[in-house]
């Protein structure tokens, strides 16, 4: 059974930092993709970062890059996302996921999912 962890999420002030960990079960993932992806109430879920496994290449939404880092270890099967200067805009649930078939920005493309974790920033 597949399973992806999150980890890390909580209460912070703007301008602080988490770091989350999402820890993956169950099978593998060398030759995936990973991704980060929010939702805040009342919003669609959007990508936030992805990495790839096999050249560590990465990429950003615009409104987290320069803040947030993702990163991986694959001796661990975890990926991580630090967040810094976080902003109450960042506050959402956040998601890992893995394993794109299709354009990794869209959610539709991943097909395991982990269960989230709230970040909450207070301005």
């Known amino acids: 059974q597949v399973q992806l962890v999150e980890s890390g999420g909580g209460l912070v002030q703007a301008g602080g930092s988490l770091r989350l960990s999402c820890a993956a079960s169950g099978r593998t993932f060398s030759s995936d993709d990973m991704g980060w992806f929010r939702q805040a109430p009342g919003k669609e879920r959007e990508f936030v970062a992805v990495i790839r496994w096999s050249d560590g290449r990465t990429d950003y939404a615009d409104s987290v890059k320069g803040r947030f880092t993702i990163s991986r270890d694959n001796a661990q099967n975890t990926v991580y996302l630090l967040m810094n200067s976080l902003k109450p805009e960042d506050t959402a649930v956040y998601y890992c996921?893995?394993?794109?078939?299709?354009?990794?920005?869209?959610?539709?493309?991943?097909?395991?999912w982990g269960q989230g974790t709230q970040v909450t920033v207070s301005s």
């Open positions: 996921a893995a394993q794109i078939r299709g354009f990794y920005r869209d959610p539709r493309s991943y097909r395991y």
